[in-house]
Every structure is written in structure tokens, then in C-alpha cells.
């Protein structure tokens, strides 16, 4: 019997996802939700979905599971409408915009039985899940520095969502979710959150950040920014030699370079759309009556929410 989805959004990444789900033998989306029923129309004859409704009528059908694709500011109203209709969700990054919503929507979702996952999709991905293994192996030793900086130069002016607080805009909801998620994905929860500093736009929303994570003997930096194109990188410095994954959120390659000079690259050579892993996370977990993924647990969620508290508390 086939694993039914449907899609809560319909924009860009909500199109990844739909042929993501194409992919995978024994899955297909039955419908697509939105607030505009052209959006919807739109959306279904291009990716070939048999429905186009509201977000309540792809909801009633019950699914095998949901995908939220809408703006950040819908996240969280939208994974309790969910769980309200005992439809598993898989919910796109940030989750949730604060610790108090992740922590009550997960209690409910525990609550209800009803699985609750956020989609960071990068944990999924072949490259970081190669390089956490050499990590993980020792090759670089003991980790003593590592950085991980994501940011490119979002657009401005009009109604861009990246910069209008009201639809959940904002470095830290965009960007550093992948930062923070990624170094709990290498090095594990950390001693300390350290030196949160935050410059805001004119719009209200955080634009640039800095944060630095404690480790026992070592210090993480996560650099965040709608700004400007930053030099995207993943970097694990250790005893022995360094780890380094340009463009860590959707890398499909690596390199290891030890100290006496010794280069090795891997190489992706399989992945032609990341989202299908987490989706497939998603179906073994709903069928193996799990209420939340090993790979991407409640708790990750709700650490990185608390630093998206601190950061909204430095303004």
C-alpha cells in the first residue's frame, strides 16, 4: 500500500519536495494545501497532484503524513493543525521560532501519538553523514577548533519573506538552523552557548549573526548572514589534520587534509535530490510507529529554538 502525502505550501521548495516523493518506490502526493487556491491549482498540474484544496481539506484526507512548505511564520500553526488531525508531520526548517512553541508542540504531538519531525534535510545527506564517519574514525584526531558559516546576499525591498518579520523572516530562522544543527550533527550538544552577537536590519529581523559553542578543549563559531555571500564552509580543525565541506547545508563532496600535507576528497556521486533521505526517514519512522526520528530528535529542535530565545533577546 502506497505511503500518502500532502504538501502544506506551495512554492519552490514545496516543488523539490513533491519530486523528491517521485522518487521513492511506494510514496505519492495525493494533494497539495494552500491559502490560495490558484497557488494550489497552479502547483498541482505542474507536479502532477491530483488535488488542489486548503490546507484543512488535505488534512481531512488523512494522509500518512504531511510536508510544510510554507513561510516560517505558518510553521508552528500549521504542525499543531496537523496534530489535531492526528496527521504525522514533517516540517520545514525553522520549526518553530521559539523554545516555548517547540516545547508545547511537541508535548502535544507526544501527547496526541502523532510523529513530529523538522526537516533538516542536511543530516540526511551522504557528504556530512561520510565526514562524521572519518570524524568519528579519528583521522583528524582530537577536535580542538571547528566553524561552520553559512550566508548568501537574500533579496530586499517588496514583501521578501527573508526580511519581513511578520512572515518569519530573519538570519537565525533561514540560515543559522543549519549551523547549529550541523555542529550538534558533528561534535554533540554542547558545554555552553557563548558570545551571541546579532546586527538587525532595518525591518526588524536579525540579518548577520555570531555565536560560539563551548566544547570541552574546543570552541565552535556558527556565522549567519542575509547580507552578504559568505564563504559557505564546514571546517573541523584537529590534532592530526582538518575537515573541510564547502557549502555544508547541500555539499555533495569533501576533503581531508592531515598535517604533513596528505589530501583526500570525497565525492557524491549518487544524491540528485537531497529531500528524498528525509523523506524516507519520515515513511520508516510512521510505519514503525515512532512519535520522532533518531536522526533529527525533539530535543535538537527545541536547543536550536532556545538559541533563536537568545538571539531575539539581545535586540
Given at each position: 500500500?502506497k ?57 481531512a ?14 510553521h ?47 543530516r ?26 553559512i ?43 557563548e ?5 538587525w ?79 524516507e ?9 515512532l ?25
Amino acid at each position: 500500500m502506497k505511503f500518502r502525502w500532502v504538501i502544506l505550501g506551495a512554492g519552490i521548495i514545496a516543488e523539490k519536495f513533491a519530486d523528491a516523493v517521485r522518487r521513492i518506490d511506494g510514496c505519492e502526493v495525493i494533494a497539495v494545501g494552500s491559502r490560495s487556491p490558484e497557488r494550489a491549482a497552479a502547483f498541482a498540474e505542474k507536479n502532477g497532484i491530483p488535488l488542489a484544496c486548503s490546507y484543512e481539506e488535505a488534512l481531512a484526507l488523512k494522509p500518512d503524513a504531511a510536508y510544510i512548505a510554507a513561510t516560517t511564520d505558518l510553521h508552528a500553526p500549521l504542525t499543531r493543525l496537523c496534530i489535531d488531525h492526528g496527521v504525522p508531520v514533517l516540517c520545514e526548517k525553522a520549526m518553530f521560532t521559539s523554545s516555548a512553541e517547540a516545547e508545547e508542540l511537541f508535548a502535544l504531538a507526544k501527547e496526541k501519538g502523532v510523529f513530529a519531525m523538522e526537516a533538516m534535510w542536511s543530516r540526511f545527506l551522504p557528504t556530512n553523514i561520510e565526514m562524521k564517519k572519518a570524524l568519528d574514525a579519528g583521522v583528524i584526531g582530537d577536535v580542538r577548533y571547528a566553524e561552520f558559516a553559512i550566508g548568501w546576499q537574500a533579496p530586499q525591498g517588496g514583501r521578501t519573506r527573508f526580511y519581513d518579520k511578520a512572515l518569519g523572516g530573519g538570519a537565525s530562522y533561514d540560515v543559522l538552523v543549519y549551523c547549529y544543527e550541523l555542529a550538534e550533527f558533528y561534535l554533540g550538544v554542547p558545554e555552553a552557548v557563548e558570545n551571541v552577537t546579532v546586527c538587525w536590519a532595518d525591518t526588524g529581523v536579525d540579518e548577520t549573526e555570531t555565536i560560539t559553542l563551548r566544547y570541552p578543549g574546543c570552541l565552535v563559531t556558527l556565522s549567519a548572514s542575509l547580507a552578504v555571500n559568505l564563504e559557505e564552509r564546514a571546517v573541523l580543525v584537529g590534532t592530526r589534520g582538518t575537515l573541510r565541506m564547502p557549502k555544508p547545508h547541500f555539499s555533495g563532496a569533501y576533503t581531508l587534509t592531515l598535517n604533513d600535507g596528505t589530501q583526500t576528497a570525497w565525492q557524491d556521486e549518487v544524491t540528485e535530490n537531497g529531500f528524498v533521505y528525509e523523506a524516507e526517514e519520515v515513511v520508516r519512522c510512521v510505519r514503525a510507529g515512532l512519535l520522532e526520528s533518531p536522526v533529527v530528535p525533539h530535543a535538537l529542535t527545541i536547543r536550536c529554538a532556545k538559541i533563536f530565545d537568545r538571539i531575539n533577546a539581545a535586540k
